[in-house]
């Protein structure tokens, strides 16, 4: 970063508004419209053939979620972002973005939950295959890709056992056969992950979880690095005249500066234009609130989840623990590599006494909220064998990597003796 470019402290606070100049408004302004006015037809005309960047219907853009986008954008080191409903809608907009019917993509295997069925159950049925590759080997991705394939996805701290994924070593095989890599970098965040520095040519974001950090909104965004070339015809949706856009061909007909992001473009004109996934700006306005303090919260989170491995390694009660950051851990290595940082707010462990077992201490817990959420600044604990996989039979749960007695942890922002205190009482009464 040159001296004169704000830094990630300076950006999380300040970047993509300044004060508003009809009211002075020093907070960013919630927009809360859905339509906005042209100044003439000529005006109106520009905007709707990209000609001209600007508002047009809050389903497609609004000035809140641009302020928010913005931000994101330069927080990833990346050249331009879409923020959506969720980050479910992220991941399958990108997707569809790149890749149509009759096409493959290739994906790590240790998936978020409602990820795996997406690419596994859903996907297929519109078209997509997906050929699964296992993180810890990456030239299994390279074994995996064929004529067909159009991205490779990983997330950048996966599940269920918190596997981070060397993302250089997939990035250059994504470049060796110029595909684009995308990166769920929802564990990670940009404050812990240089995401885009380390090969990455797409960053999802889930704001749900630690970028807004409160539990208090669902959203999701996706970052264009800016440097993915999209000519090869073997991306068609980028090549052949667009139907969905009159006929535009996204990698021929824009100017070499709108090329680079053509990505963002199309994601934005064609699948949330006409596909509606758009993100309230009420929601945009919490997410800015949070990404303010990511940069207070996220040595925090690490520092207390690096803390409770420790304290769970030592434990009697605990027949395993697994964190990134803690020494030992596979992931180790990599994480010194790239997450120097922190290694991020979630720790996974298994009880003695499997499924009962676990059971137990998550109903013993007081500090800790059973809930499905991760990334809060509470902490928070669920026991998913017997409740996200409970529909699973033991044999596939097991095929998932879950064990019966994994616990899973998102470690919150709370004095850490508070939370080392409760798990210890949880324990006792295992
Ligand atoms: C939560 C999560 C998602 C999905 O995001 P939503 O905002 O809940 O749709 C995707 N990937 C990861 C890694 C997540 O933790």
């Given amino acids: 970063m040159a001296k004169d470019t704000p830094r990630f402290e300076t950006l999380s606070v300040q970047s993509g508004h300044s004060p508003d100049p009809t009211t002075f408004s020093r907070g960013v302004p919630i927009y809360r419209t859905s339509s906005f006015t042209f100044k003439s037809a000529e005006h109106a ?56 019917a009759g096409d493959e993509i ?21 078209g997509i ?29 996966g599940n269920p056992v918190l596997d981070l994924a060397d993302i250089e070593a997939i990035s250059r095989i994504a470049k060796k056969h110029a595909l684009p890599l995308v990166v769920d970098a929802t564990f990670t965040t940009p404050y812990l992950m240089r995401t885009i ?40 949706l980028f090549n052949r005249p667009d139907p969905s856009y009159h006929g535009l061909r996204w990698a021929i007909d824009l100017s070499p500066e709108l090329r ?35 940069h207070l919260r996220m ?24 964190y990134p950051g803690l020494e030992g851990d596979p992931s180790f290595g990599l994480a010194r590599r790239l997450l120097p940082r922190g290694a991020g707010g979630m720790v996974v462990f298994g009880v003695r006494g499997g499924k009962q077992a676990g059971e137990k201490f998550i109903e013993s817990l007081r500090l800790f909220s059973h809930l499905a959420n991760v990334g809060d600044a509470k902490s928070l604990a669920i026991h998913p064998a017997s409740t996200t996989h409970s ?8 095929a998932s990597g879950l064990t019966p007695d994994l616990v899973r942890l998102s470690i919150g922002i709370e004095n850490i003796e508070d939370i080392t205190a409760d798990l210890e009482s949880a324990l006792a009464g295992v």
Wanted: hydrophobic residues 45%; aromatic residues 10%; glycine residues 8%.
């Fill in 45 to 100: 005309a520009n905007l709707f053939s990209l000609k001209e960047f600007g508002n047009i219907y809050s389903r497609l853009g609004n000035p809140t979620n641009e302020i928010l986008e913005t931000r994101v954008s330069q927080l990833e080191g990346g050249a331009a972002s879409v923020s959506v409903a969720s980050g479910t809608a992220a991941i399958f907009n990108t997707v569809i973005t790149i890749a149509k």
């Fill in 106 to 126: 290739v994906s790590a295997s240790n998936l978020y939950g409602g990820t795996y069925t997406m690419f596994d159950a859903i996907l297929s049925d519109l």
């Fill in 129 to 157: 295959t997906t050929r699964f590759a296992d993180v810890l080997d990456p030239p299994s991705f390279e074994r995996a890709i064929t004529p067909k394939t159009r991205l490779l996805f990983i997330e950048s701290i």
């Fill in 197 to 236: 520095e380390l090969g990455a040519d797409i960053v999802i974001n889930s704001l749900t979880k630690w970028l807004g950090g409160h539990g208090t909104a669902i959203g999701g965004i996706a970052t264009d690095a800016g440097n993915f070339d999209w000519s090869d015809p073997k991306f068609e």
């Fill in 260 to 294: 680079r992001i053509a990505f963002a473009l199309r994601f934005r004109t064609v699948p949330l234009r006409n596909l509606g996934a758009c993100l309230a700006p009420d929601n945009a306005w919490f997410f800015l609130q949070g990404i303010e303090t990511l």
């Fill in 299 to 322: 040595p925090r989170h690490s520092q207390n989840a690096l803390a409770v491995a420790s304290f769970l390694k030592k434990h009697p009660k605990v027949e395993w623990v697994r």
């Fill in 391 to 398: 529909q699973l039979s033991e044999e596939q749960v097991k």
